[in-house]
């Protein structure tokens, strides 16, 4: 867990306000919806604003403009007629690879321009990016401006913000039934990861074939009535495959899970001969020719794009700072403004709502004790 920032501090003002918000349990799905999620987007630490025009803020852009206004507007003007939007699959070193409308792939420099507002964070461009380029030939281009983000995972380092890969539109979390058993521990990170990022969570639980479905029930019937989509599948025997691709159908993916779970073998499942471009990815990355924590988007044959990258694939909890956990998860939400103490973790103090929710059988104990572990700091 990172040390309190400013960045964070005004995150858990913004929390604060989210708190005293009375949310009725039928509103949480609602609220976690992108559109709504991205008026809390004074977690980001950049906001670059689009069509053709570039923000840049200094500090963090709040929605509510009480902070971040001090920052200098830069516009800069694109060219529509003679550029193409775009799409970076991957950034290595100066060059982004940028899918254009037709598929071809263009490597591309990027505008000097561009490159002098990149001081607050690593990359003024990342993988995910939509960006307005400029092809000089069919195969090379310069990136004039970037898309406002959304969906973004990142990381914190030397308290500047990474960002891994931006306009994620979902986040498969992929466990397995056994072989290895199931973590729902690990599901719940992996939730509030998704959630904190402003990505919609997908669970998914493989290797049904190793065991009676009706062994997942509780479960899966935990999660379902919390409002998260469940898939149980066997990439072995192809159950549940048809829905799954389905779900990934025109969407950019992110697929995390720990290791033998059968990410790749999913993937292979659901369209044949992902797997082999995404091993591909991984060697170049073990090797150490690339960057293991930028991620490279997969253009899936149909429409959209999968994102399968050793470095995030088992990503942690990187800036999420414990005070922020209770109000991640869905289900204690509802409760953390009816504790005596304002400032309750919700583990030792006395008349805690969320204990006593758990207490009257309302809030699920694993679920709770999930909770607990994740606020204490304690791995999965
Ligand atoms: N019984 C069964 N085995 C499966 C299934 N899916 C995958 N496996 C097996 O599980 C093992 C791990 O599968 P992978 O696809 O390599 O798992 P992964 O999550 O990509 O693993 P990492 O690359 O280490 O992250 C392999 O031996 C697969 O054959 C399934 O649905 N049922
Ligand atoms: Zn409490």
Redesign the pocket.
Known sequence: MAKKGKGQQKRRVEFRKNRTQKVRQGDITKRFNRDEFDVDKSVQHERISGKGELTRKRTIVSQEGEDGDSGENLSIHVDKETCLAGRVLRVQGLISEVEAPDKSVYQCATRRLLKTMSTDSRHVVAAGDHVWFRPSGDTEGIIESVEPRYGVLSRTSRSRQHIIVANVDQLII?G?A??PGLKPNLIDRYLITAEYSGIRPIICI?????LDPAQLQTIVGVYGSLGYEVHL?????G?GIDRLRKALHGKDTV?S?????????????IEPGL?LRVNAV?RENDKGKHTTTTATLIPLATAGHVI?T?GI??FQLWDIIPEEVAGLFRDIRPFINHCRFPNCTHTHETDCAVKDAVADGILDTRRYESYCQIFAGDSA
């Open positions: 992929v397995s056994a072989e493989n290797k049904v074939d190793l599948v066997s990439a072995k025997e159950i697929l899970g720990q290791s033998g779970v059968g990410k790749s073998s999913l993937l292979n499942a797997n991984s399968d050793p694939r088992q």
